[in-house]
Nanobody
Framework: QLQLVESGGGLVQPGGSLRLSCVAS????????IGWFRQAPGKEREGVSC????????NYAETVKGRFTISRDNAKNTVYLQMNSLKPEDTAVYYC??????????????????WGQGTQVTVSS
């Protein structure tokens, strides 16, 4: 059974950094493109970043471009989201998602089939 488990969330001050991890199991990791999404209270889910199978192609929302970096280690079945220069508006539950697809990734939620349980990120002084 495919499983995605996020970790690395927490409370951080504005301007700080966090690194989120998403560990996958139950499928051939290279076969999937992976996305990170977030949802703040009272707001719609937002696509944050995604990464292709090899890791060579990435995509970012304009709101995080230049501050967040996505990467993957296929040997460890893990995708990372390095978040720098965090702002209060980055506060949300962050989810990773996967779809078994070879190709370019996208930031549309319906594109992804499997989702993790999420990890809370709170940016506050």
């Amino acid at each position: 059974q495919l499983q995605l488990v996020e970790s690395g969330g927490g409370l951080v001050q504005p301007g700080g950094s966090l690194r989120l991890s998403c560990v996958a199991s139950g499928f051939t990791f290279y076969d999937a493109i992976i996305g990170w999404f977030r949802q703040a209270p009272g707001k719609e889910r937002e696509g944050v970043s995604c990464i292709s199978n090899s890791g060579w192609r990435t995509n970012y929302a304009e709101t995080v471009k230049g501050r967040f970096t996505i990467s993957r280690d296929n040997a460890k079945n893990t995708v990372y989201l390095q978040m720098n220069s965090l702002k209060p508006e980055d506060t949300a539950v962050y989810y990773c998602a996967a779809v078994r697809l070879i190709g370019l990734c996208g930031l549309s939620g319906p594109m992804y089939r499997d989702w993790g349980q999420g990890t809370q990120v709170t940016v506050s002084s």
